[in-house]
């Protein structure tokens, strides 16, 4: 399922129909075409055929811009280079060997992840040709019009990049602004998470002076500063939770309570994502992810 959200710019709803509103693939399209973070490896040919209706050819010159190499936003580009013989892959130059040799990405994913691994799918090796690093802040030209900014983020992992479409004053998040569903906002901060650096991305990504934010997990939304300020705003409260009850063991069900206690709008995501197990997923590992930052804290004072 897709839906067009601005001239030449469409959403797809990767996931749909078997976990719809998980996953958000956005499609820029000048005389050439900006695909941005394909999903999961297990949902390619939902993408695909989103691409046929939108009438992406198979010999277009695509590109596949990857905010970051977590298999829920990269893993279908494994599948669409074979699909799409034109296209090249775009990702941070940190990020670039584990699109090649990809078994100790998977398997740290799979610690973390558990079974939800299992619902994204392993990704293929990609060939080292068909890959292209990034330059921060260095455009993307898809035609006269139509430029989009490559922007380095790192917080949410160390070679996340967001992108900026000047045209629209569309930022386009990935992971670096959070989950927002239905209105509600939760971190999304798994380990090994920085949470200074993921602050010092947003103020970043504030100097663009964006209109709208489109998030991956899920949609494009106006109001883009206040969406951004807000989630700086519950990352503090979270990192000010957390470390207000560090004294203490710190497990995973402890702190959700306490976040819950402090937090409304993680309190209401959970209520909006109870059946989604990826979404209700990642709210814990967020959680394990500031543990482990507030104990390296901790360790290193």
Same mark, same amino acid.
């Given at each position: ?11 797809i ?8 509103? &998980? ?10 075409v900006?695909?941005?973070d ?5 949902f390619?040919?939902n993408?695909?055929?989103? !691409?046929d209706?939108? +009438?992406v050819?198979?010999n277009?010159?695509v590109?596949?811009a !990857? &905010? ?5 936003h990269?893993g279908?580009?494994?599948?669409l280079?074979k699909?799409?013989?034109?296209s090249?892959?775009l990702a ?8 090649v040799n990809?078994d ?9 992840? +558990?079974?939800?691994a299992?619902?994204?799918?392993k =990704? ?16 993307i ?11 380095? &983020?790192?917080?949410?992992? &160390? ?6 479409l000047?045209?629209d004053?569309?930022?386009f998040? +990935?992971?670096?602004?959070?989950l927002?569903?239905e209105g509600f906002?939760?971190?999304t901060? =798994? ?7 993921a602050?010092r991305?947003?103020i970043r990504?504030l100097?663009?002076d964006?209109?709208y934010?489109?998030?991956?997990h899920?949609?494009l ?14 990352l503090y !409260?979270?990192f000010s939770t ?5 004294n203490?063991?710190?497990?995973p069900?402890?702190? !959700?309570?306490?976040i ?15 059946e989604n197990?990826?979404l209700? +997923? ?10 482990k930052?507030?104990?390296y ?5």
């Amino acid at each position: 399922m897709f839906r067009k959200i601005r001239e030449e710019i469409y959403e797809i709803d990767v996931g749909y129909p078997e976990l719809s509103n &998980t996953f958000a693939s956005y499609v820029v399209i000048g005389d050439n075409v900006l695909i941005i973070d394909p999903g999961p490896t297990n949902f390619h040919e939902n993408l695909v055929r989103a !691409l046929d209706d939108i +009438g992406v050819s198979r010999n277009s010159l695509v590109y596949i811009a !990857l &905010t970051h190499v977590h298999p829920d936003h990269y893993g279908a580009a494994s599948k669409l280079v074979k699909i799409y013989p034109n296209s090249i892959i775009l990702a941070h130059p940190r990020g670039t060997k584990h699109l090649v040799n990809v078994d100790y990405l998977w398997e740290s994913a799979r610690k973390v992840l +558990g079974e939800i691994a299992g619902i994204f799918g392993k =990704p293929d090796p990609i060939p080292e040709e068909k890959i292209s690093k990034l330059r921060d802040n260095n455009a993307i030209e898809l035609s006269e019009e139509i430029n989009v900014v490559p922007i380095f &983020t790192p917080g949410h992992a &160390t070679h996340h990049v967001s992108y900026f479409l000047e045209r629209d004053r569309i930022m386009f998040l +990935g992971d670096s602004g959070g989950l927002f569903v239905e209105g509600f906002l939760a971190p999304t901060t =798994p380990f090994p998470f920085n949470y200074d650096k993921a602050m010092r991305s947003i103020i970043r990504m504030l100097s663009f002076d964006p209109k709208y934010v489109a998030y991956t997990h899920f949609g494009l939304h106006d109001n883009a500063t206040k969406n951004l300020l807000e989630y700086m705003g519950q990352l503090y !409260l979270w990192f000010s939770t957390v470390s207000a009850i560090s004294n203490n063991a710190l497990d995973p069900d402890t702190v !959700l309570r306490e976040i819950i206690k402090s937090d409304p709008e993680t309190r209401e995501f959970m209520e909006k994502v109870r059946e989604n197990p990826v979404l209700s +997923g990642a709210v814990m590992h967020s959680i394990h992810g500031f543990i482990k930052y507030i104990e390296y804290i901790k360790q290193n004072q």
